[in-house]
């Protein structure tokens, strides 16, 4: 599986963005699918994850970010209202797909989300 990950920018307080993650190669096998943000000298955190039954949000961003996708896998979107500055860091596409009973997870690369006046 290759997830590319886009969409990011510089926005202002308040404002929106739309990140995607296109998935490629075996997006039969992903069972789920999120995105994680890191900023310097921190771990990556959850943000939004979604799976076939059910979505899952860090305190932080519920109400103002929502996590969809299609039901073939192939492109996960996360939108983002009511940024904050504090929402500023490299954002982070997630798949977990199962095969042969084993999880197997993928990253993309990072989508840089700057939110300043």
């Known amino acids: 599986v290759q997830l590319q990950a886009s969409g990011g920018g510089l926005v202002q307080p308040g404002g929106s963005l739309r990140l995607s993650c296109a998935a490629s190669?075996?997006?039969?096998?992903?069972?789920?699918m999120a995105w994680y943000r890191q900023t310097p000298g921190k771990q990556r955190d959850l943000v939004a994850r979604?799976?076939?039954?059910?979505?899952v949000y860090a305190e932080s961003v519920k109400g103002r970010f929502t996590i969809s996708g299609d039901n073939a896998w192939n492109t996960v979107y996360l939108q983002m209202n009511g940024l904050k500055p504090e929402d500023t860091a490299a954002y982070y596409c997630?798949?977990?797909?199962?095969?042969?009973?084993?999880?197997?997870?993928?990253w993309g690369q990072g989508t840089l989300v700057t939110v300043s006046s």
């Open positions: 190669g075996s997006t039969f096998s992903i069972i789920r």
């Open positions: 979604i799976s076939r039954t059910s979505t």
């Open positions: 997630h798949a977990v797909a199962y095969r042969d009973f084993t999880e197997y997870p993928y």
